[in-house]
């Protein structure tokens, strides 16, 4: 089945970095969109970014703008989501999610057929 697994979260001081990662496995996303989403304790789910099929278009919540890089690697089944410049507000569960069909950019999570479990990212202040 397919199986989206999200690595790279954890803890991290204000003004640093990480580096999600997301492996899809059972299902070759090369043609689908992919994106990241978070949520923070007692809010709900939110757009992070998103990428197109071949990488070339994006779109970035306002928030993260500047500081959020989304990439693929189409032949590792991988997405990333390099994060710089973190802060406090960046708290949350990182989910990674692909689109079943549409190579577009989507913001929406209805646009999203398939979810990883997520990963806790924690920026210490």
């Known amino acids: 089945q397919v199986q989206l697994v999200e690595s790279g979260g954890g803890l991290v001081q204000a003004g640093g970095s990480l580096r999600l990662s997301c492996a899809a496995s059972g299902y070759s996303f090369s043609n689908n969109a992919m994106g990241w989403f978070r949520q923070a304790p007692g809010k709900e789910r939110e757009f992070v970014a998103s990428?197109?099929?071949?990488?070339?278009?994006?779109a970035y919540a306002d928030s993260v703008k500047g500081r959020f890089t989304i990439s693929r690697d189409t032949a590792k089944n991988t997405v990333y989501l390099q994060m710089n410049s973190l802060k406090s507000e960046d708290t949350a569960v990182y989910y990674c999610a692909a689109r079943g069909w549409g190579g577009a950019v989507v913001t929406r999570e209805a646009g999203y057929d398939y979810w990883g479990q997520g990963t806790q990212v924690t920026v210490s202040s």
């Open positions: 990428t197109s099929w071949e990488g070339g278009i994006a």
